[in-house]
């Protein structure tokens, strides 16, 4: 194939669940390369109107499968409203921030606007909010009953209810709430629930308000027997603000031979390996939006050693055969626990042991879980490295390079160095300072990336970061020479 063959995606998938030409693009320019299990099941059913109950945790895509039919069909009846047109209860201030982003996202191209109400924020400015018109309100339930009941938000135009993570709503005690919103609602709106459980209590709301609803459980997702390779799995639950730094001393303490690290989108992909790049890691991305031969060109450096990193999505890594791949890193879970077991699939191949880590949001631990019953396969969750363990590592492995050392041939080439050195020192005193000068080479040099080692065999990217200094994460290295393995600068 030549450079003109095309992407291997142009969120065909997506196109055929029946979304409109501008959501798409919006997603095209967010780097979603295909849905996700619980969005190829949900978007054509909200599409066509029904009510539904969806079984999906934090992390599979939810948001977007709620959200992306909700916008189209909003936009589809074009009237802009004063009143909302749509209502998405949630349990939390932070989750209302965050799906309300969503929606903006999302819905940017057709002008939908949207409005976040929690409590602990001054009743005023969401008043004037509600005055000017908005599209769609994202509350959570006590605060929107206030409202309600002052007669500053009316609920007599909504469509569409969407009740998001409801058995936590109905574990914070919101379900009276929820009714009596719900009662001030037009009757033949359309309703959509989500929980990661299905509880009776649940079930019984459902019951009493959602019409003839179809239902949807991603989390019964079947993993073929024996799919799963024998990895060791490790996960980390890292708030997303410090993922990067989680992965520089995870890569630094587990000093990967060569590592695939996978994201969702190639949004993500493309500003990780530029990241790691600029921290002189020798990185490249690979994902759906790149044509073939640029794809080859990728698993070809990796393949010759000329790569350590490759950042991938799901969809560019399908399939992927390395024979010295040593580490998985999920940058973020999988939304799916069949997207798991394809990512770590990728190492533990015949008979080698494979490492598999992952960062994890604090709120999908849940997704963990779910992932760990369906592969039948555990996934120990592990405190993040400190910095004393990093260093703590790196002292290990200078002794391991004295260690090997000690059985070199030309070890009497530098005794004259020793013995004139003892002249005037304390012998112990020497082997101390020598181990520092090797330690600090080490550090800032990279054990297998420095002047000890095999030379590049890439001649066109020079190996001008050795001497990078010590550096917290946001210090940027000029260019992207060869990596220095003990010091990433993170
Ligand atoms: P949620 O489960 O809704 O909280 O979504 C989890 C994360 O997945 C969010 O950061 C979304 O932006 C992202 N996401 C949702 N759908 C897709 C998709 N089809 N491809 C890539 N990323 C996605």
């Keep these: 194939m030549t450079d003109k063959s095309p992407p291997l995606s142009n969120n065909l998938g997506f196109a055929a669940l029946g979304l409109d030409k501008r959501l798409l693009e919006v997603l095209t320019s967010l780097g979603y390369e295909e849905p996700t299990p619980i969005q190829k099941e949900a978007i054509p059913i909200l599409l066509s109107g029904r009510d539904l109950v969806g079984q999906a945790a934090t992390g599979t895509g939810k948001t977007a499968a709620f959200a992306l039919p909700l916008i189209q069909r909003l936009a589809e009846s074009k009237v802009q409203k004063i009143l909302p047109r749509a209502l998405i209860l949630l349990p939390t201030r932070e989750l209302a921030m965050q799906v309300a982003e969503a929606v903006h996202r999302y819905g940017r191209e057709l002008n939908i606007r949207v409005l976040p109400i929690y409590g602990g924020q001054a009743y005023e400015p969401q008043i004037r909010s509600l005055q000017r018109g908005v599209d769609v309100v994202v509350a959570t339930p006590g605060r929107a009953l206030d409202h309600l009941r002052r007669g500053t938000m009316k609920l007599t135009g909504i469509t569409t209810v969407v009740l998001d993570e409801a058995d936590e709503m109905l574990d914070l005690g919101f379900l ?11 009757s033949e ?13 649940i079930a019984a709301i459902a019951k009493r308000h959602l019409n003839d609803p179809v239902r949807i459980n991603i989390e019964r997702e079947k993993v073929a027997a024996g799919a799963s390779p024998r990895v060791r799995q490790t996960a980390y639950i890292v708030p997303r603000a410090h993922k990067l730094e989680a992965l520089g001393r ?3 303490l587990e000093d990967p031979t060569s590592a695939i690290i996978f994201c969702r989108t190639r949004t993500e992909v493309d500003e990780l390996t530029e990241v790691l790049r600029a921290h002189s890691y020798r990185a490249e991305s690979l994902h759906g939006g790149m044509n073939q031969s640029q794809r080859e060109r990728v698993i070809k450096r990796l393949k010759a050693g000329q790569a350590d990193l490759v950042v991938a999505t799901d969809v560019a890594a399908r399939g992927l055969d390395i024979d010295h791949l040593s580490h998985v890193i999920n940058f973020d879970v999988p939304s799916a626990p069949e997207a798991y077991v394809h990512r770590i699939g990728r190492v533990g191949r015949a008979g080698r042991e494979g490492v598999a880590l992952t960062l994890a949001q604090p709120r999908e631990h849940r997704l963990l879980s779910n992932i760990e019953r369906i592969t039948k396969q555990k996934i120990n969750i592990s405190k993040l490295p400190s910095y004393a363990d990093v260093a703590a590592r790196k002292l290990e492995q200078t002794k391991q390079d004295v260690q090997e050392s000690l059985s070199a041939t030309d070890l009497d080439r530098y005794r004259p160095l020793v013995e004139s050195l003892a002249n005037d020192n304390d012998i112990f005193q020497v082997a101390l300072a020598a181990l520092r000068l090797l330690h600090i080479s080490n550090e800032t040099q990279g054990r297998k990336g420095g002047a000890s080692a095999a030379p590049s065999p890439e001649p066109e990217r020079p190996r001008q970061q050795q001497e990078r200094p010590r550096g917290g994460y946001g210090e940027r290295s ?9 010091n990433p600068g993170y």
């Design 176 to 186: 009276e709430d929820i009714e009596e919103i719900l009662k001030a609602t037009p």
């Design 189 to 201: 709106r359309q309703v959509m629930l989500f929980s990661a459980t299905m509880a009776p209590r």
């Design 250 to 252: 995870l890569l630094d």
């Design 478 to 486: 000029q260019g992207h020479g060869e990596r220095s393995r003990n």
